[in-house]
């Protein structure tokens, strides 16, 4: 049946895609991160394999079980993530033994070797907890997991349709991925090297969704290819994704692509796929020579800790001062008192003269200054909750940008962070 498509319950299975079921309560609690799930789109995608969808369930063999059923028929491909372990929450196993009415069996050789694992690791009996580990269907095969204790395990039916269970822990799950996941969807005819699916990101800053949608208005892609705008605190990610049997033409699509966006919207793009602003500008900074100061009011050291984030950083971040109050701007920046009775705390006198005092103190090339109303409180009719100052003192040169942000305390912050680091980039790159 490989390569082939098959039919399970009157609906189409195709054997590039796929349905991932992440499995745990500390998921669906929000007190973990699905890092398993994104890793596997990620690699399986690079293997031109599809994910139709991804799930959370909680550790209930109801709930899993019902989630294997329904990944099942619309898919035929399954592949699960956690409950493997030796607790009494750890039911995947059973889940889906139950699933397909299979009893489950201890795997004495695998038995054998955990208790000999635990003597030379731990130097004492294994406990017998961990006997659950050794479970496994009737007529599953065992994945050998090199990273961990509990076996995977590969399951199929009389029509092909199949789950692979992988353990939950990360280190394991990647582990495993590369020595048998992707081997085994390559013996079904899933994974191959010449079926890929590609994708590369733009990223963006300091401008609006439906404004970059009326830029690219007139991109086309081929069938198959999409291009993505995901907006986030840092700004809108622009991302092309192409699948395609030739993987040279999938890259030349890529670029293709990348170009044309380039052409239409290149003063907003900062980076591409992983960048961070806060790199890219201390690269930028490096690369000239430039050494860099900051003044922060509003953000409260948020700026300086974006930049400092950056390994080496201290090749030209000199240092800052977060001068919160008035007192401590005219104290540490040499703001002075009648700009801040003339136009307030939150103005483009006060932050010119921020940025400007940042540079003579630190005697630095570029400076950046920030000063705004972060809220909740604070705000007026005149000075709103999000209304931000910022400026840059580069050189004998001074650019002052007003900005109006928008989100809770936090958000209105970052983004004004996000927003001064842009603003030195265009300066300098």
């Known amino acids: 049946m490989v390569g082939a498509r098959r039919e399970a319950h009157g609906v189409p299975v195709s054997p590039q895609l796929v349905e991932v079921i992440t ?183 300091g401008i609006a969704e439906s404004m970059l949608a009326d830029k690219l208005s007139a991109l086309h892609l081929a069938e198959g290819s999409s291009l993505a705008y995901l907006p986030g605190i840092d700004g809108v990610d622009l991302r092309i994704t192409v699948r395609a049997s030739d993987p ?22 900062y980076g591409e796929d992983a960048d961070d602003l806060a790199r890219v500008v201390v690269d930028a900074c490096r690369d000239q020579k430039i050494n860099l100061s900051v003044a922060e009011s509003c953000t409260g050291g948020m700026l300086g800790a974006r930049i400092t984030s950056v390994p080496g950083s201290s090749d030209i971040f000199v240092g800052g001062v977060i001068a919160y109050s008035n007192e401590a701007k005219v104290e540490q920046l040499g703001v002075s008192p009648a700009s801040l009775k003339n136009h307030g705390a939150v103005s483009e006198q006060v932050v010119r003269e921020m940025a400007l005092g940042a540079q003579k103190k630190f005697g630095t090339e570029l400076a950046l200054a920030i000063t705004g109303i972060a809220g909740p409180g604070g705000g007026t009719p005149e000075k709103p909750v999000g209304l931000i100052w910022i400026c840059a003192a580069f050189g004998d040169g001074i650019k002052p940008l007003q900005m109006r942000s928008w989100g809770d305390r936090e958000e209105i912050r970052y983004r004004a962070a996000q927003a001064a680091m842009e603003l030195a980039r265009r300066l300098i790159v």
Do not use: C
Request: proline share 4%; hydrophobic share 40%; charged share 30%.
């Open 23 to 205: 499995v745990g309560d500390e998921l669906l609690l929000g007190f973990t991160v699905d890092t398993n799930g994104a890793f596997l789109a990620q690699r399986l995608a690079e293997r031109g394999i599809a994910i139709a969808r991804r799930t959370a369930v909680g550790d209930t063999i109801d709930d899993i079980v019902r989630a294997v059923e329904e990944a099942l028929d619309r898919t035929g491909a399954v592949i699960t993530t956690g409950g493997l372990g030796p607790t009494s929450d750890d039911v995947t196993r059973d889940a889906v033994a139950a699933v397909f009415d299979r009893e489950l069996r201890v795997d004495e050789p695998h038995l054998q070797w955990m208790r000999e694992r635990w003597q030379k690791r731990f130097h004492r009996e294994m406990p017998e907890s961990n006997r659950r580990q050794a479970m496994i269907p009737e007529g599953a095969r065992k994945l050998d997991n090199k990273h961990g204790s509990a076996p995977g395990i590969f399951i199929e039916d009389e029509t092909g349709r199949f789950v692979v269970m992988l353990p939950g822990v990360p280190r394991e799950l990647r582990g495993m991925t590369e020595d048998t996941l992707l081997p085994l969807l390559g013996e079904r005819g899933l994974a191959t090297d010449t079926d890929v699916i590609i994708s590369s990101t733009l990223r963006t800053t």
């Open 248 to 269: 040279g033409a999938a890259y030349l699509e890529i670029a293709e692509a990348a170009a044309f966006i380039r052409e239409r919207v290149g003063d907003a793009i």
